[in-house]
């Protein structure tokens, strides 16, 4: 399904009228609305300490807990995203319209759970647990991105009405 943008060529539809319906009526819709800005101020938060940690030396302990609530809250929205694509899409993950956010989801929980491994079994030093970090948070950001540019798709695809109603 396409509609023609301003210029008369066809976009792409991220979402049928029935997963649109779904989309709006799920209460995961609003949870991951809730989520994703939550988990982007903590992941800044953690950068910050993160870098300081790797830089000087002080605070390694506060940058290890806020990686650790950085991947709880990648957890939770990895799970709550989960229910929130089967809503909508029918399917738990890799759903058409997402494979790719889900795929490099996926990179994005290997890297953390890795950090969370070396940690708790102490298979790493905590300079190689940071580097793994920023690692994992490279390639949230490029995830952060895609879904990003999802929401654009989404919202330059909806209907004329609703992008009117929208902009009002």
Known sequence: MTDPDHYGAPRPQLYTEAQRQRRDSSPWTLVQGILAPVQFLIFLVSLGLVMRTLMTGEGTFAAHLSILAKTLALYTIMI?????????????????????????????????????????????????????????????????????????????????????????
């Open 80 to 168: 709550t995203g989960a229910l929130w694509e089967k809503d909508v899409f029918g399917q738990y993950l890799f759903a058409p319209a997402f494979f790719w956010e889900d795929v490099v989801s996926f990179g994005v929980i290997a890297l953390h759970t890795l950090y969370l491994a070396g940690l708790v079994f102490g298979l790493m030093d905590d300079r190689t647990l940071f580097i793994i970090t920023l690692l994992a948070y490279a390639t949230y950001v490029v995830n952060a991105a895609q879904f990003l540019w999802k929401l654009r798709v989404a919202r330059l695809s909806a209907p004329r009405s609703q992008t009117m109603g929208a902009a009002l």
